[in-house]
């Protein structure tokens, strides 16, 4: 099987020229790998002795070790290399002119997993803003999207309710690469920076991870692998809730439960699994995180047929049938939430302070669904000039 090239090994093989003698930068983590496991520091390094001048880290820590949201990493050193790294996910998430100083160009090595709610791709915006103020060039080393190019799936982003789950109107399934994403986020947002982006080679929108012939290392704790990836753009709106979105267990967001879930009464309310995945009862106990040490009753999700499977419309029906099943039992995470104190969650994570009413008032979950296809049409349409893979 032919496999893809990333960003990264384009880079290292064809560097652009005309940054030969620049100072670089690394905004990375753990899965800023090659298809050997060899992080891109270590590549970088080797590739251009002494050029290679500082680090930087977005959510979840240099070594993606912090597990929860709200959970800072201080400024550090990386003990093998002995650069810098500054934290993008601490004291500020905002590069300032002081972490910005000792390099000319911030490379930006990083695997998203295409959801709107995935931090990564905000912390890649701020980086925008903050090099055309500060006067350096961001050049994109481009990874595949783990759930594919070609589905978008869901409402945009209300404006009114941006924050760090969301800056920009996209759709929860965005069907991007970083790459794109940056191209676009430059266009749209008007950032007057210098912005490179060195494409995939190989990479179809077609394809699953596990077509790419690439390891899979995760990108955060809670992502361990791409069938996590795949059911993340609607399993994420447990977060907003009081039930466990699997977190404490080995398979978060694969599963989700609460002790007041009867799952006979779920699935009898939804009339049956949802298109292209199967829905297999089960309970479990988190380590860690809502309903520790508590017994959860509730569901995993297998899903067999990827083409078919709406992860962000299959939720939102799931999270529906719990409403109408659980009584006074089930509630609405209150604030913080990724720095926003007065607003809930559930309302940031699907992006519009609207949604709550139609699920609670049980409106048809399909027809909400439908009424989104006018708007992914046109983010479509207007995605189609910053992409980079027919």
């Not at 934290?87 to 390099?103: C, F, H, K």
């Not at 993340?232 to 404490?248: A, L």
């Not at 296809?373 to 893979?389: A, G, I, N, V």
Request: a positive charge; proline letters at 8%; one cysteine or more.
């Amino acid at each position: 099987m032919s496999r893809v090239f990333t960003g990264l090994e384009n880079f290292l093989a064809s560097p652009l020229r005309d940054l030969r003698h620049r100072r670089f930068g690394l905004l990375c983590n753990p899965a800023s790998v090659d298809p050997r496991l060899q992080h891109a520091a270590t590549r970088i390094a080797a590739r251009w002795p002494g050029r290679l001048t500082a680090l930087y880290s977005p959510q979840h820590g240099f070594f993606a070790e912090k597990q929860d949201n709200m959970v800072e990493s201080a400024d550090c050193r990386d003990p093998l290399s002995a650069l810098p790294v500054f934290s993008l996910y601490g004291r500020t998430r905002i590069p300032d002119a002081a972490m910005l100083a000792p390099i000319d160009v911030l490379l930006v090595d990083l695997q998203d997993v295409g959801c709107r709610v995935y931090t990564f791709i905000w912390t890649l915006s701020h980086c925008l803003e903050a090099a055309a103020l500060h006067d350096k060039t961001v050049v994109v080393l481009d990874r595949p999207n783990p759930i594919g190019g070609t589905r978008v799936e869901g409402n945009l982003l209300d404006p009114d309710w941006a924050s760090f789950v969301g800056r920009h109107p996209l759709p929860m399934r965005h069907g991007l690469t970083v790459g794109e994403l940056a191209r676009l986020l430059k266009a749209e947002r008007k950032i007057d920076c210098d912005l490179r982006v060195v494409p995939m080679r190989g990479w179809r929108r077609s394809m699953a991870f596990g077509d790419t012939g690439l390891p899979w290392v995760a990108p955060s704790p809670n992502m361990p692998t791409p069938a996590t990836a795949l059911v993340y753009p609607g399993q994420v709106i447990w977060e907003g809730t009081n039930v466990s979105e699997g977190r404490g267990t080995t398979q978060p967001f694969e599963l989700f439960g609460a002790p007041f879930i009867d799952p006979a009464a779920v699935l009898n309310a939804l009339g049956g699994s949802p298109p292209g995945v199967v829905l297999r009862p089960c309970a479990f106990e988190p380590t860690a995180q809502k309903w520790q040490g508590h017994l959860c009753r509730g569901f995993q999700l297998h899903v067999v047929r990827p083409h078919r499977f709406r992860p962000y419309e299959t939720s939102l029906r799931l999270l529906q049938a719990v409403i109408r099943t659980a009584g006074d039992a089930f509630a609405w995470k209150a604030p913080p939430y990724e720095y926003a104190y007065h607003r809930r969650p559930i309302d940031l994570i699907l992006g519009d302070g609207r949604l709550t009413q139609h699920l609670t008032t049980m409106a048809d979950i399909g027809a909400l669904a439908a009424s989104w296809e006018t708007d992914c049409r046109r983010f479509r349409r207007r995605s189609r000039r910053w992409l980079l893979y027919d």
